[in-house]
């Protein structure tokens, strides 16, 4: 598109495009081949304050979505070992890590978004089933819950 003497390019975004880094390199998050996507919510309060008869509305809880991966089965055992550690022998809060995804260009080097990720802790995770006959890798789904997010648009 031209517009006048300056030109105007469109940047393609592809859900393909995406980094992740949980904890300080203890987790192989290199080879995710997926991240579901997910909605932050938040409540909407009706404030009956004063003597007005309308109501004024304020923003209420924030819901932070669990985030969903996917990675391959050559890479699960540090998923799996922070799952004994955090749920079956219920070490909790102090396993929980810190990190990121990170949205890339097309070029896969320039930053379009950055979610900051606290206080991330790990709900379940799970195998898929693999199809017979099939020479797919398989691969293991992993729910982690977070306190809080933080999103920065480059």
Known sequence: LDKG??????????????EVSIGKGEL????????????????????????????????????????????????????????????????????????????KAPDLQKELLHINLTNVGIASISAEKAEAGTEQLRKWKIELHVDQMNCEYK
């Open 28 to 103: 192989k998050c290199n080879r995710i081949t997926k991240v579901e996507s997910f909605t932050i919510k938040q409540t909407m309060l009706d404030n009956k304050t004063g003597a007005s008869r309308e109501f004024q509305r304020v923003p209420g809880r924030i819901e932070w979505p669990n985030i969903t991966l996917y990675v391959p089965e050559v890479d699960v055992q540090s998923w799996l070992d922070w799952h004994d550690d955090e749920v079956i022998k219920g070490k909790g809060k102090e396993t929980q890590k810190q990190g990121w995804i990170s949205l």
């Open 5 to 18: 003497k300056q030109r105007v390019e469109q940047k393609t975004w592809k859900p393909s495009n995406f």
